[in-house]
């Protein structure tokens, strides 16, 4: 599985773009920004994006998305309860954040869904907090946490449909539950493990 990190934006959001090996299609998680950057690393991959995939609806996670839709022809998923982007979209310009419209979704997601393209599958953790609709994607070995994780650090909720007692509870029964060596890829900063943020994380600590 091809893994590969594109930091976007003014926010440095982590957008990834994965890919299966032999079938060369592929998803991109959270384009938040750069579209063109984003899409040229897609070309030296040599890969066929088949899904645009949100683990929220937040702006700075979506930014680019129009512009990869229109390039890439892309199904767009997103959890049901972040689907109205035009919310977060709206809630950017706080942040003098300025971005096309987003397109509608083509697939809503809800907890427990799988999603996949050819070779290549997630399963859908629901893990509100950050925002409603905010997820996380699970496979053998890894998990995309989106806002909800971070290395040494958890998301904010102080921002439109954050809730903190959502967030704490979402991160100790969705994740902290997984196995050890598990490797977190997050939505901002550096790659940790379920491990390490059990251990380590201050805003964790019993």
């Not at 440095?12 to 299966?20: F, K, L, P, S």
């Not at 299609?25 to 959270?30: A, T, V």
């Not at 920004?33 to 994006?49: H, N, T, Y």
């Not at 683990?55 to 990869?68: R, V």
């Amino acid at each position: 599985m091809i893994i590969e990190k594109v930091v976007v934006g003014p926010f440095a959001t982590n957008c990834y773009i994965v890919g299966d090996e032999t079938s060369r299609e592929g998803i991109i998680i959270d384009p938040g920004d750069e579209a063109k950057r984003i899409l040229q690393r897609v070309g030296e991959l040599q890969l066929d994006i088949k899904l645009l995939l949100l683990t929220h609806g937040h702006i700075d996670h979506a930014g680019a998305l129009k512009e990869l839709k229109d390039a890439t022809g892309a199904a767009v998923a997103v959890h049901a309860d972040d689907a109205n982007f035009e919310r977060y979209r709206s809630a950017g310009l706080i942040f003098g954040l300025v971005y096309p419209h987003p397109p509608v979704p083509d697939r809503l997601l809800r907890d427990g869904d799988t999603v996949a393209v050819n070779g290549l599958w997630f399963e859908v953790l629901h893990t509100p907090g950050h925002t409603p609709g905010g997820i996380c994607l699970r496979r053998d070995g890894i998990v995309f946490s989106g806002d909800t994780l971070f290395n040494g650090s958890v998301g904010r909720t102080d921002l439109i449909g954050g809730n903190q007692d959502q967030l704490m509870a979402s991160i100790r029964k969705r994740l902290l539950v997984l196995d050890d060596d598990i490797v977190v890829h997050p939505g901002h900063g550096d790659d940790t493990t379920i491990a390490a943020e059990r251990r380590d994380n201050p805003f964790l600590a019993d």
